[in-house]
């Protein structure tokens, strides 16, 4: 059984749109990031960087004790490495592979995510116009960066649909928010309208963390106080005593 430590973010869609076109059984554990789940002790065992998704396979092959990871993408090689599916064998096919799921965990999903982040900053916070412009602009960037690779090619790793693509489609899915024309990008359009279509893709990307939605406004001005001051200008948490 694979348990997902998980919130239905863009992050944690990558991973189960993948077990999904795995059709292997899993489990999910809901990691609230709202309210801070992700910084309490069980989950920093298994995520140290105290953020989702996470992974405990307790059915490791080869067996033993559980093993855990976490970071997106560790865990999308981790699971096509156990099945054998969605990741070469042979070290062409591999690292083309791998080089376009690292480009998603550094370029695609921070500069996006910090589009949206400068997109809602408060005004009592101070002129964000230049913040705002530069990850637009960074992630109309990769959206042709995306467009230029798949004019010729089906898949971005080359003929075959592989968890490079599984990586990269949450992130894309909100491209309306993101103020992208598709239009533009007539490559990625094609690409996009066809994972869009993937049976698996779909239940993977409708999985909730099967919590009872939450009204923000419902919560006591303490609890809102207290979730900005936990989720907001982290600093270094102090490792704990010997």
């Not at 795995?22 to 309210?35: E, Q």
């Not at 080089?99 to 910090?114: D, F, I, R």
């Not at 900005?228 to 200008?233: D, E, H, P, S, T």
């Amino acid at each position: 059984m694979i348990d997902v430590h998980y919130w239905p973010t863009p992050n944690g869609k990558k991973v189960t749109i993948l077990l999904e076109e795995l059709d292997i059984p899993y489990r999910i554990v809901p990691v609230h990031i709202g309210r801070g789940d992700q910084f309490e002790d069980g989950f920093l065992k298994i995520s140290p960087n105290n953020r989702m998704p996470a992974i405990v396979d307790t059915e490791p092959k080869g067996g033993g004790d559980p093993i855990a990871v976490f970071e997106s993408g560790a865990i999308l090689m981790y699971l096509a490495e156990k099945e054998g599916r969605f990741w070469p064998r042979d070290v062409r096919g591999r690292y083309e592979v791998a080089q376009w799921v690292m480009w998603q965990m550094a370029n695609q999903g921070p500069k996006t995510g910090e589009r949206g982040h400068f997109s809602r900053v408060p005004a009592d916070q101070g002129d964000q116009s230049y913040a705002q412009r530069r990850f637009a602009d960074e992630t109309h960037r990769l959206y042709g960066v995306m467009n230029n690779r798949l004019y010729d090619r089906p898949y971005l790793a080359g003929e075959d649909y592989s968890i490079a693509d599984m990586i990269s489609y949450p992130w894309t899915a909100s491209w309306k928010l993101q103020g992208i024309d598709l239009d533009e990008f007539k490559h990625f359009k094609r690409w996009f309208e066809d994972l869009s279509a993937r049976p698996a893709v779909q239940r993977g990307m409708a999985v909730t963390a099967g919590l009872p939605s939450e009204d923000p406004a419902s919560l006591s001005p303490e609890e809102q106080a207290r979730r900005r001051a936990l989720l907001y200008n982290q600093r270094a948490r102090p490792a704990p005593d010997a």
